[in-house]
């Protein structure tokens, strides 16, 4: 069936498939309805999408706009388990045409027009206020509650002053393509999904900066940072959709995940080309969409090679960023002036990556535009990089590679931004932010005391002074050093919760000597193989393990060395005490000394000027001789020695017995 | 030299603490830890693998190189022989772990902490007690394990391939430098074409790696430690054993050029035998209170001869 000719049922299925689709789940979602997506899920043309949209939802409210009909579906879908989507969604998606074409306040006009194209009418249409901020309520209840986020958190919140409109509204605020600018802005400002501190001011005000210079397509974001109409719904919207974003870009179509593009350095020849992640049981090829519809990605492993090689790496593409999309998958290639590349264990060239990882050796891959500060601060960091110009005729125009880029620690001096975006947790930028430290990362804001974090301010500030708040001290004012970086981390603050106050922002974060009161789950999960199959997880091998070792007296005159010598004839064991630990740490004394041969230690044979002398070592009494039999090691030292001059009378007789016994008698 | 330690924590205590607050993960986020402790210690800092490899040695974490990932070893109390009833801690070790050992130290006359410097690497901590029995008493009251003679089972498991076991590889580039390992000085020198067999190491994709030219002239991949032992294999003059002092007051040791590689495992073992980092004097690396028994297992499971030989002396360098 065409879609021209859909009803509101089909309608609500397909738009809950598109912005409620179980692929978003856990994450903020927007029901930001435009012509361009209707056409993506239509098939039709965008304005022919927008009106067989429109159709049904006017065969279902029209004539008399008639809300209460909606109204009641919804109620009657609520009451018999709210299964499937609501039946509201195409008359709210018509509103949120409406919002989006809207000019000044003028939200009805744009609304009777759709839902009548003959209506010239202004102001609300019957029932509106009766019905519709109701149907948005209830589209969050079956969004956050009845589904619990399984298709997506929604982002609709109470609109204050606009209490009928502002819902819709809200929603047109970001659209598809906008979302994907965002997740944009987020890689750009080395947001960590999951591990910052999210500040919607912040986030906010950043966003209006960096909307700014995306020319006509930022339009939308720069109002949604901007608009002020807008404030409340813009930080709760950015917070919430910051917080549940995976680190990912999206098709600006369907919304869904899309995969990054990467660069790959071959070596021989020297040659800049594409690739792509590829995910196990895709295709052996596939087909690019037009306007590369010339090229034909080729499974290599885990990765699509583009054939021909005709889709070339050029200086557009790095500048302004490629997309490719095939059987219903996107890539994406984000434009940046600085790309690092790391060895590939698959491919073993280099493939460009998203950060730099510290320890690593990278290839940089840094824009004209750049190069002279990279190079700059190279130079002041010490670093062995160095730009290769052999290189540079194998790259595109105005890209230069840098080779053996390797950082062992942060940085000491501040890079330049295209670099502070590279290196994750490393300052600057263009917000305030909490950069290093030995962050918890499970907890959020707790770092280690000892490993506490530094402050890093933005590049354009003027004024870089904050404060440091704690229970129970004044605050303490202090001015960024070096740049734009504080480093906090000099000041080994001891455990309690902080915050950084910086231009009505704040920074929360806790100190802690520790959280761990048992070895948390994965300790021991990573083993050292051994022989036969057998393992080790630090000192604990599998297998059998040593008993308990004994232990023996150790005489009042104390000793380095000695011999251990029991009732039986192999009863033999050389003791010592490690004395070079003395010369560590002092003095150390011994009561008893262990022991690891399995047998009842009677006598410890110690030289006493210059005599083998026997003391009784045995914790609870001498153990008379089991045998008689002369000779062997056992007899020669038994032999050779005499009981200590103190030995007890008991003692004595026992030492004459084991005399006996080594010799034979 | 070892010492006695008063002072702030090293670089390897709280990248120790922090891993045992984190207890596993990838490669990436240690190496990230590492480089935010270093960069803010007053000595040059050092590569992140450097200091794990410091931490695997003592027992404290494994690192699967391969997959990229690590985790915290179980914590265990371990006492070797020859060490006077002196245990320490390996593995897991956070500061609630320190306080319980703290409290229960206070409780019991017959135990006595001390700790031992080793530089930029986490600390060693030993207990001393007065029989094992109460060393086995305080394992459990602190809920780890009481693990004897590590050595010697790590020794044991260690498991040494032969040089033609070892995967075939292509040759050197053409015309990139390659430099070759000198048997007798265990230096590297610049290699030259033909190539004769041996251990060689090259630059490859801007790092380095290391093949095996066999007699037969087929390269093989090694790594640096396996790379070096296949071509000492038989030798005699590789690894030592020193004896005791009769006073006691040099231990027993094993020791290696310091420009050899040591597998981990082997590192391990050596290290356990008295819960201290090797030290390094006149060009060789050090293993305090190994037997000679360890010794001789390690030896023959890298395929080297054992030669006994005089006192070390920790002290003289």
Known sequence: MSAAAWDTATWSLKLADRYFSPAFGGEAVTFAVDPDSLSSIAGLDAASAQEALCTAVRQEVMPGHRFDRVGRATSDWRRCGASGPPPSLPLLAVTVLAAASMDASNFYGPLRRLLDPSDMGKGIPPSFDDHIPRLWRELRWWLNDHLDGARGIATITDPGFYVNIGYSVQQAALRTPDRRLLFQFFRRIGLVPAEEQILPGELRRALGVWAKGQGQRGLRLLRLATDPSLEQHAEILLADVARTWDGRLRDPISGFRAAPLRLLLERRPLRLGWIAPRGRDQPPSMQLDPPHSDTELIADGRWWTPRPSALRVDAEHLAKGLELSGAGQSFFHEAAPAIPLRLDPDQYEFVSVDRVIYGEPHLLLVSSTIRASVESWIDREGLAARLDPMATRHMPQGWFLIRDFYLDSRPAHEPPTAVVDLLGSAGGGRRVRLSGGLKLRHLGQVYLSGGGPDIALPNTVEHPTFTIRTTGFDPIERVAEAGCEFQLSRFDLPPGQYEVDHGGVALRFQMVDGVAATPPDGVGTVRSAGRDGREAAGLVVDGPSTSRPGSLNVPPVGFDVGIAIGPSPEDVEIVQLPRWIERIDGPLTWSSAERWKPFDATWLLIPVEGRSTAYDAHPVGVVPPRSSAGGGTWARLILNAQVACDASETAEQLWLAYVQAATGD | MIELTTGSPSVGDDLLRWASEVGSGHWEHLSEAAAQRSGRSPVQPRRAWIIASELAALGHIDVDWDARRWSVAPPCLALSPGMGLCAYLAGWRTQSLNRRLDDALD???????????????????????????????????????????????????????????????????????????????????????????????????????????????????????????????????????????????????????????????????????????????????????????????????????????????????
């Open chain 2, 107 to 317: 409780e019991d006359l017959d135990l006595y902490s001390f700790s031992i410097s080793q530089g930029e690497a986490p600390r060693a901590t030993f207990v001393k007690a007065a029989s094992p029995e109460r060393l086995a008493d305080l394992a459990e009251q602190l809920h780890i394990r009481m693990v004897y003679d590590p050595a010697r089972h790590l020794a044991d498991l260690v498991d040494h391939c032969s040089a033609t076991a070892l995967p075939l590889s292509a040759g050197p580039p053409n015309d990139d430098p390659v430099e070759r390992f000198d048997e007798v000085t265990f230096g590297w020198t610049t290699g030259a074409k033909p190539f004769s067999p041996g251990l060689h190491s090259f630059a490859l994709h801007g790092m380095k790696v290391f093949r095996v030219l066999d007699d037969s002239g087929d390269w093989h991949v090694v790594d640096r430690a396996d790379g070096q032992l296949a071509v000492l294999r038989g030798r005699g003059d590789v690894m030592c054993w020193h004896k005791q002092s009769q006073d006691a007051q040099h231990p027993r040791a094993l020791s290696a050029p310091g420009r050899i590689s040591l597998p981990a495992l082997v590192e391990r073992a050596a290290t356990s035998a008295s819960g201290l980092l090797p030290l390094f004097k006149n060009g060789r690396r050090i293993y305090l209170n190994v037997d000679r028994d360890v010794a001789t297992t390690l030896a023959s499971s890298l395929g080297l001869v054992l030669t006994r030989t005089h006192e070390i002396d920790i002290e003289k360098d």
